[in-house]
T-cell receptor, first 114, second 115 residues
Framework: EAQVTQNPRYLITVTGKKLTVTCSQN?????MSWYRQDPGLGLRQIYY???????DKGDVPEGYKVSRKEKRNFPLILESPSPNQTSLYFC?????????????FGNGTRLTVT | AQKITQTQPGMFVQEKEAVTLDCTYD???????LFWYKQPSSGEMIFLIY??????QNATEGRYSLNFQKARKSANLVISASQLGDSAMYFC????????????FGKGTRLHILP
């Protein structure tokens, strides 16, 4: 089944404890992106990747890192999480980087930082 | 300035009625795509429908159709014969041809279908 897989679905952690949210897609998509969703703010882009070894900042990159060493994987790393990073996170991918290419989303990771 | 505007934070609609969710957008790029996504209470984001800026006809996918008015920069989602399972948050989004590195989302409309 074609899909974007994120893990974990739920994560509760403490301030400062490094964590990684994994994302993998099996559709051979070129483009991958991370979003965070907060009430009243909609979805905001954190980082994106146009292809392997090509990543760039989105609108809210502070406090996050990403890597794209393989086409299928795009992990999100929080080196020192803080409570303001409590949010619902989505990984998404699209076949191409083109205006007619829709994003396909993972099921989301609900992160709580205490 | 907001590029995608959804003016209805919430809507209540009787089951079986048609629903129109509003979306206006702002771009100077002649090539762009417009998308609608559904987010049920379980949280996942589901792609519903796509409309390209050069498409001559309005997009349709089952009970979903997109009322595309290019001159007004409007891309409203129409759901015909609403069902209880349509209760969800709906997001309008745009991807521009010269900025295809990102998709911009509106803030969403929460739709409640009443039995």
């Amino acid at each position: 089944e074609a899909q974007v897989t994120q893990n974990p679905r739920y994560l509760i952690t403490v301030t400062g404890k490094k964590l990684t949210v994994t994302c993998s897609q099996n559709m051979n998509h070129e483009y991958m992106s991370w979003y965070r969703q907060d009430p009243g703010l909609g979805l905001r882009q954190i980082y994106y990747s146009m292809n392997v070894e090509a990543t760039d900042k989105g609108d809210v990159p502070e406090g996050y890192k990403v890597s794209r060493k393989e086409k299928r994987n795009f992990p999100l790393i929080l080196e020192s999480p803080s409570p303001n990073q409590t949010s619902l996170y989505f990984c998404a991918s699209s076949l191409r980087t083109a205006h007619n290419s829709p994003l396909h989303f993972g099921n989301g990771t609900r992160l709580t930082v205490t | 300035a907001q590029k995608i505007t959804q003016t209805q934070p919430g809507m209540f609609v009787q089951e079986k009625e048609a629903v129109t969710l509003d979306c206006t957008y702002d771009t100077s790029d002649p090539s762009y795509g417009l998308f609608w996504y559904k987010q049920p209470s379980s949280g996942e984001m589901i792609f519903l429908i796509y409309q390209g800026s050069y498409d001559q006809q309005n997009a349709t996918e089952g009970r979903y159709s997109l009322n595309f008015q290019k001159a007004r920069k409007s891309a409203n989602l129409v759901i015909s014969a609403s069902q209880l399972g349509d209760s969800a948050m709906y997001f309008c989004a745009m991807r521009e041809g010269n900025r295809d590195d990102k998709i911009i989302f509106g803030k969403g409309t929460r739709l409640h279908i009443l039995p």
